[in-house]
């Protein structure tokens, strides 16, 4: 039985001061480590070593629509389903295929 997860990737979030973003798989979270920079917004988790395998509990792996990732702490961010067509795409086509 694998652990319950509170996001799961491919899900829409958003930040509380609404940045758009999108829950990363373990494999989206290396490309985007070699390709992205780190945002450091608001609630991400700073600690040295820490996140090496994020939970997607506490720990959730996002990337944003301006080209930055951060593993962001779960209360700070909420799910969304009401983002727009035209980010949702940009945010998959940057999970699919980083340049």
């Not at 829409?12 to 990363?24: D, E, H, K, N, R």
């Not at 820490?50 to 990732?69: A, G, I, K, M, S």
């Amino acid at each position: 039985m694998s652990p319950k997860k509170l996001f799961e990737p491919g899900t829409f979030v958003s930040t509380f001061s609404g940045q758009a973003g999108i829950v990363l798989s373990g494999q989206g979270l290396e490309k985007a480590r070699r390709t992205y920079r780190e945002g450091k917004r608001p609630g991400y988790y700073f600690a040295p070593g820490c996140c090496q395998n994020p939970d997607y509990v506490l720990q959730v792996p996002v990337l944003f629509e301006d080209r930055t990732f951060d593993i962001m702490r779960a209360t700070s961010i909420r799910k969304k389903t009401n983002i727009t067509e035209g980010k949702q795409m940009l945010l998959k086509s940057l999970t699919e295929a980083p340049k």
